[in-house]
Antibody, heavy 117, light 112 residues
């Protein structure tokens, strides 16, 4: 069965570093992280390709790192210097890499992150 | 980054009636392979987004045929031929032609 599941802290303090984990099963393809502030639109953050190359959001590339732990079938996102504006639901999603277009056919349920002191 | 806009931002529809959402991109989404990389997602309340339409007009697996997509270049439309109660939620267009992929602001659809 093909699934993605996000995990990580529910609450982080301002200026802290957020670390989220996406545990995948049933595939080894590209995985992206996408976030959604409460009541707002979706924002793509980062992607790790099946060959472990990486791509980052233009506006967040200085704060975001994506990596893979193959032994654990996990994709990890770290975001430094967290701010209340970074609060929201963080999703990991699968990208089918045999097509040139970027799209995400399978999403995790998301994990809600609050940023507060 | 490519800017995606959607109109309207909210829509109230009577069950059984049609609905239409417009999406525009700040640059063409046509690629040299002849394909146009525009996608539609539906996010039902409390759920993750789910893919409805890929490459402008192809329905994803399991998507009912009352959903259809059209358009070219920078102008696109999602149509629901007869809205059902289960179609409520927020619809997002997304461009996958240019990196980073970017989403529209969303169109919230509810039932009258």
């Amino acid at each position: 069965q093909v699934t993605l599941k996000e995990s990580g802290p529910v609450l982080v303090k301002p200026t802290e570093t957020l670390t989220l984990t996406c545990t995948v099963s049933g595939f080894r393809m590209g995985v992206s992280w996408i976030r959604q502030p409460p009541g707002k639109a979706l924002e793509w953050l980062a992607h790790i390709f099946s060959n472990d190359e990486k791509a980052y959001s233009t506006s967040l590339k200085s704060r975001v790192t994506i990596s893979r732990d193959t032994s654990k079938s996990q994709v990890v996102l770290t975001m430094t210097n967290m701010d209340p504006a970074d609060a929201g639901t963080y999703y990991c999603a699968r990208r089918i890499e045999d097509r040139l277009g970027w799209y995400f056919d399978l999403w995790g349920r998301g994990t809600l992150v609050t940023v507060s002191s | 980054d490519i800017v995606m806009t959607q109109t309207p931002l909210s829509l109230s529809v009577t069950p059984g009636q049609p609905a239409s959402i417009s999406c525009k991109s700040s640059q063409s989404l046509l690629y040299s392979d002849g394909l146009t990389y525009l996608y539609w997602y539906l996010q039902k309340p409390g759920q993750s987004p789910q893919l409805l339409i890929y490459e402008v007009s192809s329905r994803f697996s399991g998507v009912p045929d009352r959903f259809s997509g059209s358009g070219s270049g920078t102008d696109f439309t999602l149509k629901i031929s007869r809205v059902e109660a289960e179609d409520v939620g927020t619809y997002y267009c997304m461009q996958g032609r240019h990196i980073p992929p970017t989403f529209g602001p969303g169109t919230k659809v509810d039932i009258q």
